[in-house]
């Protein structure tokens, strides 16, 4: 059973920085692609950013420039310039692909809140 393990998360001001972590069980590189996901109160969970197995990454339109996700034995999403509308639940995604079989996996969510 793959198991997701994420940390970093806290409280910032406006402006500040954090650096999530994503941990999974066996290599990272065993995944097709990896992500991290949020979700604020009373909204519904959005793909922040991803990187799949060739490197390419994604990011969502309201964090390029801002977030950077990177990957080695563990999957990190570096945080900048953090603005209150950042606030939420992050969640890391990991996505295998074996025989033709797409299996997703989830963390159980790290809280980030960004206020003065």
């Known amino acids: 059973q793959v198991q997701l393990v994420e940390s970093g998360g806290g409280l910032v001001q406006p402006g500040g920085s954090l650096r999530l972590s994503c941990a999974a069980s066996?290599?990272?590189?065993?995944?097709?692609?990896m992500g991290w996901y949020r979700q604020a109160p009373g909204e519904q969970r959005e793909l922040v950013a991803s990187?799949?197995?060739?490197g390419v990454t994604n990011y969502a339109d309201s964090v390029k420039g801002r977030f950077t996700i990177s990957r080695d034995n563990a999957v990190y999403l570096q945080m900048n310039s953090l603005k209150p509308e950042d606030t939420a639940v992050y969640y890391c995604?990991?996505?295998?692909?074996?025989?033709?079989?797409?299996?997703?996996?989830w963390g159980q969510g790290t809280q980030v809140t960004v206020s003065s």
């Open positions: 995604n990991a996505v295998k692909i074996r025989f033709g079989v797409r299996s997703e996996y």
């Open positions: 066996g290599s990272i590189y065993s995944f097709y692609a």
């Open positions: 990187i799949i197995s060739s």
